[in-house]
C-alpha cells in the first residue's frame, strides 16, 4: 500500500461521471482530508459531504454541475456526515443512509429522509448506485457500488495507505472481516475509498488487509494462551510490545476489537474480565 497522505489534488475528475474533492481536514486519522464523490453529471449524487465546513460545502455545489438530487453518507463518524444537513439546505436534496447508532463519535444530525438498506439502488439515466452494507468499522456502515463501472466507494470500510479503527461496541470484527470478505466476492475493477487515492488492485488490497488483521489476531491469542488469566488491559503490552506507552490506550481498543472477535468465534472465553483460550 501507498503511504498514507501522499499527494493528492483537491479536485479530480477520476472517470466519467465520477468527480472527487477533498475536504479540507488533513489528519493523522483522515490522511490528505474526507473524499467527497460527486456522481453523474445532470442529476447528481453527493457520497460523504465531509465534516461541516462552508468553504467545502460551496466547492460541492461549484464543482456539481447539474441539480444534486441525492445525498448518501457511508457512515456517521464526524469527518464524514456533519456537512449533510448543510449540504440538504442548500439543494433540497434528499439524505440516504442509515442513522446514528448509540455511542461516542457519531453525528446524531444526520437525519436520512430514507434509510437504505443492503442491495438498495439509486438510478438515473447516468449510473446506478448500488448500496452494501458493510459493518466492521461502524454498525451503520455502508459502501456503494457504481453498477456501470464496477466501482465501490468504500469510505472508511477500505481506505488507502493505512488500517481502519475497530472500536467496540460499535466496531465489530468479526463483522469487519465478513464484510471485506463480501467486497473482495464482487470483484469490484477499483476501490474509491473515504481516505487517500483510488485502489485499482481491490483483491490485492482485501486480502492484504485481513491477512493483517488475521496476523494481529494470532498474535493475540498467542498471548492469551501463553499468560492465561490476564484482563485486556494486561494484555496490551505483551501483544503491542512494539508500541509506545503513550498509545496503550488506543491500541486497548484494538486488541478488544480482536479478543472479542475470538469470544464470537468461541476461540477465547472471559471470567470476570480475565481472558483463556478454549481451543
Ligand atoms: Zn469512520
Known amino acids: 500500500m501507498t503511504a498514507f497522505g501522499a499527494d493528492m489534488p483537491p479536485f479530480s475528475e477520476l472517470a466519467h461521471g465520477v468527480r472527487r474533492l477533498v475536504a479540507p481536514n ?6 490528505p482530508g474526507t473524499n467527497t464523490y460527486l456522481l453523474g ?4 449524487a453527493v ?13 460541492i455545489l461549484e464543482k456539481s454541475t447539474g441539480s444534486i438530487r441525492w445525498i448518501v453518507a457511508t457512515h456517521t463518524h464526524p469527518d464524514h456526515s456533519p456537512g449533510v444537513a ?10 440516504l443512509g442509515i442513522a446514528a447508532p448509540a455511542g ?3 453525528d446524531r444530525s444526520f437525519a436520512p429522509s430514507r434509510t437504505l438498506a443492503d442491495g438498495d439502488v439509486l438510478e438515473t439515466a447516468e449510473f446506478a448506485l448500488e448500496a452494501v452494507h458493510t459493518p466492521g468499522h461502524a454498525s451503520n456502515h455502508l459502501c456503494y457500488r457504481h453498477v456501470g463501472l464496477n466501482w465501490l466507494f468504500t469510505g472508511d470500510h477500505v481506505i488507502d495507505g493505512s488500517t481502519v479503527v475497530i472500536n467496540p461496541p460499535d466496531g465489530n470484527m468479526q463483522h469487519y472481516i465478513q464484510s471485506l470478505q463480501r467486497c473482495r466476492g464482487l470483484a469490484c475493477a477499483a476501490l474509491a475509498p473515504g481516505h487517500g487515492e483510488v485502489i485499482k488492485d481491490p483483491a ?15 498474535k493475540v491469542l498467542a498471548a492469551v494462551d501463553a499468560n492465561p488469566g490476564l484482563t485486556t488491559r494486561e ?10 506507552a503513550k498509545l496503550h490506550n488506543l491500541a486497548e481498543r484494538s486488541l478488544l476489537a480482536h479478543i472479542l472477535k475470538l469470544e464470537a468465534d468461541g476461540v477465547a472465553q472471559q471470567e470476570n474480565g480475565r481472558w483463556r483460550r478454549l481451543i
Open 104 to 106: 461516542k463519535q457519531q
Open 47 to 59: 457520497i460523504d459531504p465531509g465534516p461541516s465546513i462552508v468553504e467545502h460545502i460551496e466547492n
Open 86 to 95: 448543510l449540504l440538504a439546505d442548500r439543494t433540497g436534496a434528499e439524505v
Open 26 to 31: 488533513p489528519s493523522m486519522m483522515t490522511g
Open 204 to 218: 490485492r488490497a482485501i486480502d492484504w488487509i485481513i491477512e493483517h488483521r488475521l496476523e494481529r489476531e494470532a
Open 41 to 44: 453529471q445532470r442529476q447528481v
Open 235 to 244: 494484555l496490551v503490552p505483551v501483544v503491542y510490545k512494539d508500541v509506545h
